[in-house]
């Protein structure tokens, strides 16, 4: 028995991921509201315009990054209460697919996520953005969420169907994200010219967001499989 | 008591019990040495001599993490697949948190006589920080539900994507700031700017941790394997139990 081209799968299970969120609505209905409010309450808590046009960056992936967890979390909970990784198992499939699917489909929900902070920072905090800037945050956004699709698939394969896994991934997953926090953090400020910061100093950042995203893009691709393998 | 269990009744070994003594003797002529012979620093003063505590913690706290990934990846590429190993891993996992965490406070201490504060967001201290955290969450994976296959697997998995993660993090915390002291034993130049008897008694404080070190882990590792016995066996045990007392009724 021949077995299924690994692009087959990915397009499969990603395809499958996005269907399952076109269907139930949950990142509209409930992670888009929650990211939402994080922005709201942040400028309550600051409470200060020039702060807020200063932090902004920080704001929005603090923001992406407290949904990813919402995300993550939800998407393997449907694939484990119905066993449905198990069932992939069985039918021998490539597991890096899998990883590879699922990683896609969580970055294109980050990245329809991203868009609607993006767009809460300019109305909410009163941030600008050049023509150059532009360039710079929509590479920074592609580069920062493949970097947290990657990373957040991993890791939630790894804490699916685990007990205590809600407060598991928070502890496992923060100390990972915090170089793309950081980075992602400080090339949209540069995109924003937050304190003054010129357009060009991001773009080494956006570097350190590949080199990111090709660590755990290879490293999750060999690891995903032993870990949910039980 | 049957043979396999007298054979795991002591964590002890000759080897260890040498390596326990060792330990003590020159952790003793530390402790005098530290607090009694060297001399207060010129700048520092008496505050100096917390580096005989918090150099050799470091240097135990980051070997501990460098024998848990080694380990891991043993038990992960091997084609026999060694418990040994992922026990080695564990118990140095959970060693090198006690010396990290010996390592953030003494360095706190240390900061707050030295820069004044507590805590500076230096790239040094930021990842070690940082280290610390992902091996509690190592931990924490270790003590998942499963089989002890399972346990290995996952947390070998874990060991080795944190190889990846630790450079990452320290990277971009060094480009984000910086303001440590720098390394003064291992200049780049090969210059060591100490004096004599200070520098004997660090390395002796470096030789005196790894021997506790050693001996921890030896230690923990054996007790990490009866636990793993007892929790394969409690089954058995219960089973034939019930048996014994139908046999005896």
Same mark, same amino acid.
């Given at each position: 028995?021949?077995?299924? +081209?690994?692009?087959?799968?990915?397009?499969?299970?990603?395809?499958?991921?996005?269907?399952?969120?076109?269907?139930?609505?949950?990142?509209?209905?409930?992670?888009?509201?929650?990211?939402?409010?994080?922005?709201?309450?942040?400028?309550?808590?600051?409470?200060?315009?020039?702060?807020?046009?200063?932090?902004?960056?920080?704001?929005?992936?603090?923001?992406?990054?407290?949904?990813?967890?919402?995300?993550?979390?939800?998407?393997?909970?449907?694939?484990?209460?119905?066993?449905?990784?198990?069932?992939?198992?069985?039918?021998?499939?490539?597991?890096?697919?899998?990883?590879?699917?699922?990683?896609?489909?969580?970055?294109?929900?980050?990245?329809?996520?991203?868009?609607?902070?993006?767009?809460?920072?300019?109305?909410?905090?009163?941030?600008?953005?050049?023509?150059?800037?532009?360039?710079?945050? =929509?590479?920074?956004?592609?580069?920062?969420?493949?970097?947290?699709?990657?990373?957040?698939?991993?890791?939630?394969?790894?804490?699916?169907?685990?007990?205590?896994?809600?407060?598991?991934?928070?502890?496992?997953?923060?100390?990972?994200?915090?170089?793309?926090?950081?980075?992602?953090?400080?090339?949209?400020?540069?995109?924003?010219?937050?304190?003054?910061?010129?357009?060009?100093?991001?773009?080494?950042?956006?570097?350190?967001?590949?080199?990111?995203?090709?660590?755990?893009?290879?490293?999750?691709?060999?690891?995903?499989? +032993?870990?949910?393998?039980? | 008591?049957?043979?396999?269990?007298?054979?795991?009744?002591?964590?002890?070994?000759?080897?260890?019990?040498?390596?326990?003594?060792?330990?003590?003797?020159?952790?003793?002529?530390?402790?005098?040495?530290?607090?009694?012979?060297?001399?207060?620093?010129?700048?520092?003063?008496?505050? =100096?001599?917390?580096?005989?505590?918090?150099?050799?913690?470091?240097?135990?706290?980051?070997?501990?993490?460098?024998?848990?990934?080694?380990?891991?990846?043993?038990?992960?590429?091997?084609?026999?697949?060694?418990?040994?190993?992922?026990?080695?891993?564990?118990?140095?996992?959970?060693?090198?948190?006690?010396?990290?965490?010996?390592?953030?406070?003494?360095?706190?201490?240390?900061?707050?006589?030295?820069?004044?504060?507590?805590?500076?967001?230096?790239?040094?201290?930021?990842?070690?920080?940082?280290?610390?955290?992902?091996?509690?969450?190592?931990?924490?994976?270790?003590?998942?539900?499963?089989?002890?296959?399972?346990?290995?697997?996952?947390?070998?998995?874990?060991?080795?994507?944190?190889?990846?993660?630790?450079?990452?993090?320290?990277?971009?915390?060094?480009?984000?700031?910086?303001?440590?002291?720098?390394?003064?034993?291992?200049?780049?130049?090969?210059?060591?700017?100490?004096?004599?008897?200070?520098?004997?008694?660090?390395?002796?404080?470096?030789?005196?941790?790894?021997?506790?070190?050693?001996?921890?882990?030896?230690?923990?590792?054996?007790?990490?394997?009866?636990?793993?016995?007892?929790?394969?066996?409690?089954?058995?045990?219960?089973?034939?139990?019930?048996?014994?007392?139908?046999?005896?009724?």
């Amino acid at each position: 028995m021949s077995q299924t +081209p690994k692009s087959r799968v990915v397009s499969a299970v990603l395809t499958k991921d996005l269907r399952i969120e076109a269907r139930s609505r949950v990142v509209t209905n409930q992670v888009l509201p929650f990211a939402g409010l994080i922005m709201i309450m942040f400028a309550f808590a600051l409470d200060n315009d020039d702060v807020l046009q200063r932090v902004a960056g920080g704001l929005i992936w603090l923001a992406t990054i407290f949904s990813l967890f919402v995300i993550v979390q939800r998407s393997f909970a449907i694939d484990t209460s119905d066993s449905a990784l198990d069932s992939l198992r069985v039918a021998g499939i490539d597991l890096s697919a899998v990883f590879l699917g699922k990683a896609i489909a969580l970055t294109l929900q980050l990245i329809a996520l991203d868009v609607v902070l993006i767009a809460a920072a300019f109305l909410l905090y009163q941030v600008h953005v050049s023509a150059g800037g532009l360039v710079l945050l =929509v590479t920074c956004v592609i580069c920062a969420t493949t970097g947290l699709g990657f990373v957040g698939t991993l890791y939630g394969g790894l804490t699916a169907g685990t007990t205590g896994r809600e407060t598991l991934l928070p502890l496992l997953l923060l100390p990972v994200v915090a170089p793309v926090l950081i980075a992602a953090t400080r090339a949209t400020e540069a995109a924003f010219g937050s304190g003054g910061a010129a357009t060009s100093e991001g773009w080494a950042w956006v570097g350190l967001l590949t080199i990111f995203a090709a660590v755990f893009g290879i490293g999750g691709s060999l690891a995903f499989g +032993p870990l949910i393998d039980e | 008591m049957s043979q396999s269990t007298q054979k795991f009744s002591s964590t002890g070994t000759q080897a260890s019990r040498v390596i326990g003594v060792l330990a003590i003797v020159v952790m003793a002529w530390v402790v005098i040495s530290g607090l009694v012979f060297t001399p207060a620093d010129v700048v520092q003063g008496e505050s =100096v001599r917390i580096m005989y505590v918090h150099v050799p913690s470091a240097w135990i706290a980051y070997l501990a993490f460098i024998v848990t990934a080694i380990a891991s990846s043993f038990y992960i590429f091997a084609k026999r697949h060694s418990l040994g190993f992922d026990r080695v891993a564990g118990a140095s996992a959970e060693v090198g948190v006690m010396f990290m965490a010996i390592t953030l406070i003494t360095g706190s201490l240390w900061g707050r006589l030295t820069w004044g504060e507590f805590w500076q967001w230096d790239p040094r201290l930021t990842t070690t920080t940082f280290l610390f955290v992902t091996y509690i969450g190592y931990l924490a994976v270790r003590r998942l539900d499963g089989s002890i296959e399972q346990r290995a697997r996952r947390s070998g998995v874990i060991a080795l994507l944190a190889v990846l993660e630790i450079p990452l993090v320290h990277f971009s915390v060094v480009f984000w700031r910086s303001l440590h002291q720098r390394a003064t034993i291992l200049d780049p130049n090969g210059d060591v700017k100490m004096d004599g008897l200070m520098l004997f008694t660090l390395f002796s404080g470096v030789v005196a941790f790894t021997l506790v070190f050693a001996w921890l882990v030896l230690h923990r590792q054996r007790t990490m394997l009866l636990s793993d016995l007892s929790n394969e066996r409690g089954l058995d045990n219960a089973i034939l139990a019930r048996q014994n007392e139908s046999v005896s009724n």
